[in-house]
């Protein structure tokens, strides 16, 4: 008698996007699609087998998305911290940091998702902001890119950065500090309050989010970044059996110091990696190491995305947070330890270097190396990344986030902004994510994103850019097969097809019969891994 077996039946299942196939029924055993076909077949195999028969009663199931590019463990400590995504003043920032204040019990109070550009004020948040409010605790407000902060004098002083001779340190016009601190000061300020967390914290942050990421139909995702104590986390709710999702770790090289003003890696990570010959794929379970994560240049709302000429805004081309030398030791050594490497590439010169040191490898199409973000890309980039099998881990809510960009690039680079259609037109695979927390995790805000690239927000780049909007077939497409093979996971996940692991979903409506303006609002009404639920709204 088969006891795992379940048929999902009289439904409209999207097998696949690309290309479009359609079923009314799946079977599912041993957390696997043993078929994808019609209802009447479906249910007569479940019947004779003694398995349970699920009447869908003509609800939509689609492969559960799969959010390419994320910070599992950052989205845990977000979700339980000041938010401060909606606020348009500082003084409404200072206000919501107030009350929060008053009920925090954590030795450090944090919020996350500030952006300067929406604020009346027209200026960054300051340390003597945050001090009106909160002087006794350290007190770290990142910015939405998670680039940069603003810390109140006691955490600049925790943190060693109110002396400090460092780029990142932000100095007002008089050379006075003023809290706020961007990429290498900002690493050490997280750092600083990373010393204070257990391994238990780490487990909780990694729950809740995993948890809150299955709420929202995702059903695996490449994690980024990560360090040790996340990965033991991982590991001990793997082995536990409290891990909802399927996790693709991408780790930190090693740890960082800085030097001179100048980021450096030991390497750490990756030797140990290496000497133990832990390879693409290593993991039990749920879990997978996949490669190893490098930051190269920062964030274009920070203006430290490293551009090839200036800023339009301001008289920087930004800079790399890595010198190419270092970058092609870590990227060789991954390469040849069979690991995939995710780089970090925001601005178009960081790119160049980037593709620079991945055309110097033998074989880099069968490791697929990946290039994050790949913001503002140029035409002859495309060419290059599909020449080398490069595969683009992009976010498509920056797009709206960054409704501001054209001021940063101008008219010139306008076609250059985040140019998804061209990306798969050249044949070069895209695998979606969100980068969450800096973008909400929410799916279907991305796949709206991606659709209608700011049309219904005004966001002026649209008009230079409209024809990169892609179809609902292409942008789910590239949210599930195409981050699947993002992830060396094509053979297992990304689609519906008999032999697959049935990680799928049940949704409120049909995406291919929603006007576009609706589609960020399609709710996820159940969450399945490996045929099993893990996840029912209400």
């Not at 690039?409 to 998804?420: C, L, Q, S, T």
Request: hydrophobic share 40%.
């Amino acid at each position: 008698m088969v006891v795992d077996l379940k048929a999902f039946v009289n439904g409209r299942i999207y097998v696949s996007f690309k290309p479009l196939k359609v079923a009314d029924a799946i079977l599912v055993d041993s957390g696997r699609v043993i078929y994808a076909g019609s209802s009447e077949k479906a249910r007569k195999l479940a019947e004779e087998l003694n398995g349970e028969v699920i009447d869908l009663r003509g609800k939509v199931i689609l492969p559960g998305f799969i959010d390419s590019h994320l910070h599992l463990e950052e989205l845990g400590m977000y979700l339980e911290t000041l938010d401060l995504r909606a606020v348009r003043s500082i003084a409404k920032l200072k206000k919501k940091l107030g009350s929060y204040a008053k009920k925090a019990k954590t030795t450090w109070i944090l919020g996350h998702g500030w952006d300067q550009e929406l604020f009346e004020e027209k200026r960054w948040p300051t340390r003597w902001d945050l001090d009106e409010v909160v002087e006794d605790r350290p007190v770290m407000l990142s910015r939405v890119c998670l680039h940069a902060a603003v810390l109140n004098t006691k955490a600049m002083e925790m943190a060693g950065l109110l002396d400090a001779e460092l780029p990142g340190v932000v100095r007002d016009g008089d050379g006075e500090v003023t809290g706020v601190v961007k990429e290498e000061a900002f690493e050490l300020a997280r750092e600083k309050f990373k010393e204070t967390l257990t391994l238990q914290d780490y487990e909780h942050f990694v729950k809740v989010a995993a948890d809150y990421i299955a709420s929202l139909g995702i059903t695996a995702v490449g994690t980024v970044s990560v360090e040790e104590k996340t990965l033991k986390a991982l590991s001990n709710l793997e082995e536990r059996g409290e891990l909802k999702i399927r996790v693709f770790a991408y780790l930190d090289p090693g740890k960082r110091e800085v030097k001179e003003g100048s980021m450096f890696g030991n390497l750490d990570v990756l030797e140990a990696l290496r000497k133990l010959g832990i390879r693409r794929g290593f993991g039990r379970g749920k879990l997978r190491i996949n490669g190893v994560k490098v930051l190269a240049d920062g964030s274009l709302g920070a203006r430290t995305a490293w551009l090839s000429e200036p800023y339009s805004d301001a008289e920087t081309e930004g800079y790399p947070n890595i010198s190419k030398g270092l970058l092609e030791k870590i990227v060789r050594e991954a390469h040849e330890a069979g690991l995939q490497m995710a780089v970090h590439g925001i601005g178009d010169a960081t790119i160049d270097m980037i593709l620079d040191v991945y055309s110097s490898l033998n074989g880099s199409e069968r490791m697929r190396h990946r290039i994050e973000h790949a913001s503002i890309l140029r035409p002859d980039q495309i060419e290059r990344m599909a020449e080398l099998g490069i595969v683009a881990a992009v976010q498509p809510h920056f797009v709206i986030t960054d409704w501001w960009v054209m001021k940063r690039v101008g008219e010139k680079r306008a076609h250059w902004i985040y140019p998804f259609r061209s990306i798969l037109k050249a044949g070069v695979v895209l695998g979606f994510g969100t980068d969450s927390p800096i973008e909400p995790a929410n799916p279907w805000e991305t796949v709206y994103a991606a659709v209608t690239r700011g049309k219904y927000e005004g966001v002026d780049a649209y008009e230079y850019t409209k024809d990169e909007c892609l179809t609902i077939e292409e942008a789910l497409h590239a949210y599930t097969y195409g981050s699947a093979y993002t992830l060396h996971a094509e053979n297992e996940l990304g689609t519906l097809e008999e032999g697959k692991l049935a990680d799928f979903i049940i949704v409120s409506d049909d995406p291919f019969e929603v006007n576009e303006k609706r589609l960020g609002e399609i709710r996820v009404l159940e969450t399945y891994v490996s045929g099993e639920r893990v996840f029912k709204a209400g």
